[in-house]
């Protein structure tokens, strides 16, 4: 199914007119830093750097070269590719020694002398390769040139005199191509090469091993990839999508790429998709997991989905996150999403490295209608009473507020992408939210806006889709008629801290009982509550001396709670944990906003 949907997905960009970029087949997108520049005699005339001035990223131009060669082992060096590959092929130059610094003088002179000899072997299969281009194309004036000026070993030694090839030998593997003098297009982008090329993915394979068998993706009788290019941006190293590589995995005697059968177009098709979505717009990133999302035609939602979920990383315009949520919620009328492209199928595709692995965290797909819906409860789950300079918070921040010192790599394994996918298909929570969120309220003593947001949220989806539960869904703000023991405890918990903090003439404290008992009092509040009650007795009292109209209002705040508490249970469960973090926040809020209307709640999505 996902290779399926991005094999459609080259068929859409390279069937459109969107200016997609997207690589013809026998061909890919390659960043390239430097060109070698030549004359029709094969004369060496400039050494042209195609990176950006951009000197934080100095990353080389993308161009459309011929598909790169899949090599691996001993014998890689006897692979190379069409009029363009790293430094050691094209200009015999060796690679640095890794480390050399910690290494005697005899052990680096030994890798050393490997070295080069690898980059000669290197050079002489790009040598006999060009020399078989130029027999099968003999009238290409550039493969000609090519030819001509790697016979001439002065022409790579003006290469490396020249000022760029300090910066160019200081990039490891640094990919090269040619181009002849007042030309725009590469030599390996001439007719003639197309042609070639076109005629080699055409003309039946005369390899022995070459197997035709029915393609998984297009059900037709073809030849099979043995294997699979590489995806890059998801691992340190391309690595591929698809692959076996051990032994235990094979079955029947099928080896490799033959036990998933892939034609090598349809292989070529969704590895180049895969690769064109993993550098586009429509790729972002949650903590590990690379996530790419598209759609059957195109679409705002596509980038809009990734800006959404990503939280707008956008540092020149700060506010366009939010302005894209609201345009979220503006597509809905009537609580249902209305525009033009409803009934369009979106996919999703969440990644992560693994070893020298791909793993698929998550694979979704729904129409964009369903897909707005679902998004758009989570923003209704996450909504709770806050300052109007927060709207809308972005995952990763909410997820972060979990852990200890708010770093993501201290979050457990898969938790992001469990929770993008409760997102995507409007499914509860995993528990380890809730238990985070409650560990981490008792290690600060303190519930902050943001776990508040995903207890809310967690409690929420449980209570939707249980069906025993006679609990109600929990509101944005304080409800005062709620009668959950663990709610009003919070609640509870709340004004007597407020009652404690107006004993000062300030209404500040260093530290209140929440510093000391909040842990005990969410847990077990039958140990702290009646000695809190005590104490509370004492501060109205001492507040009454000063401000008896205020004494009377605090007191009044604390009987109404107290009438809906029989007795203190000795254990609250997770749950009620939960509520009392909720309740806690709720009335803290509420003595702190005094009922202002929001314009961009999303509750009004429920009408």
Request: proline share 4%; charged share 25%.
């Amino acid at each position: 199914m996902i290779l399926h949907a991005l094999t459609e997905y080259y068929h859409r960009k390279a069937d459109s007119t969107e200016g997609s970029g997207i690589a013809p087949q026998g061909f890919e997108n390659k960043q390239i830093p430097f060109i070698v520049v030549i004359d029709k005699q094969g004369s060496f005339f400039n050494l042209e750097d195609t990176r950006g001035k951009d000197k934080t990223t100095k990353k080389g131009s993308s161009f459309l070269v011929p598909l790169g060669e899949t090599r691996s082992g001993k014998n890689s060096y006897q692979t190379t590719n069409i009029l363009w590959d790293h430094y050691g092929y094209l200009l015999n130059h060796a690679k640095e020694i890794a480390g050399n610094a910690k290494m005697s003088a005899e052990k680096l002179a030994t890798e050393t002398e490997k070295s080069i000899e690898m980059a000669n072997l290197q050079h002489q299969t790009f040598i006999e390769k060009v020399e078989e281009l130029h027999r099968a194309i003999p009238d290409d004036i550039g493969i000609l040139a090519v030819k001509k000026f790697l016979t001439d070993p002065d022409n790579i030694q003006q290469v490396k005199e020249h000022p760029k090839w300090e910066d160019c030998k200081k990039i490891k593997g640094c990919n090269l191509t040619f181009k002849l003098k007042g030309e725009t297009a590469l030599i390996c982008q001439s007719k003639s090469i197309q042609e070639y090329l076109k005629q080699q993915l055409t003309t039946p394979s005369t390899d022995t091993d070459s197997v035709e068998a029915l393609c998984l993706i297009t059900g037709d009788k073809a030849p099979i990839a043995r294997l699979h290019q590489p995806i890059s941006g998801v691992n340190a190293k391309p690595a591929p999508f698809a692959s076996i590589n051990l032994d235990a995995f094979e079955s029947y005697y099928k080896t490799q790429g033959y036990g998933f059968p892939v034609s090598e177009k349809a292989m070529f098709e969704y590895t180049t998709a895969l690769n064109t979505l993993l550098k586009s717009n429509n790729r972002f990133r949650l903590g590990d997991v690379s996530v790419v999302c598209w759609s059957e035609k195109a679409t705002k939602m596509e980038s809009d989905l990734a800006f959404i979920l990503n939280g707008g990383q956008d540092k020149d315009n700060p506010d366009a996150y939010i302005e894209s949520v609201k345009k979220l919620f503006s597509s809905f009328h009537h609580g249902v999403y209305d525009n033009p492209d409803a009934n369009q199928i979106m996919y999703v595709l969440g990644l992560s490295p693994n070893s020298a692995r791909i793993v698929v965290r998550f694979w979704h797909q729904a129409t964009i209608a369903t897909l707005a819906t679902n998004i758009a409860q989570w923003f209704i789950d996450v909504d709770i009473v806050r300052g109007l300079n927060q709207p809308y918070p972005a995952l990763l921040r909410l997820l972060c507020n979990l852990v200890f010192e708010g770093k993501i790599e201290n979050l457990p394994p898969n938790m992001v992408a469990n929770v993008t996918k409760s997102i995507l298909d409007n499914s509860p929570l995993p528990m380890t939210v809730l238990q985070l969120a409650i560990r981490r309220n008792r290690a600060d003593q303190s519930v902050t806006y943001a776990r508040a947001c995903l207890i809310k949220a967690y409690l929420n989806r449980k209570i939707r889709t249980s069906k025993t539960t006679t609990i109600k869904e929990i509101s944005v703000g304080y409800d005062k008629d709620r009668t959950d023991i663990g709610y009003v405890l919070g609640a509870l918990f709340a004004v007597l801290e407020k009652i404690q903090e107006e004993t000062s003439e300030s209404g500040k404290l260093n530290s209140t009982i929440r510093d000391r008992y909040y842990g005990s009092a969410s847990s077990t509040p039958v140990t702290v509550f009646g000695t809190l009650l005590k104490l509370t007795q004492h501060h109205l009292s001492k507040i009454s001396k000063r401000n008896m109209g205020r004494s009377i209002n605090l007191n009044k705040y604390l009987s109404e709670i107290l009438e809906k508490i029989d007795n203190f249970p000795s254990h609250l469960n997770m749950e009620q944990q939960g509520l009392f973090a909720i309740g806690y926040y709720h009335r803290r809020q509420d003595f702190f906003n005094k009922k202002e209307t929001d314009d961009s709640n999303p509750e009004s999505l429920k009408a």
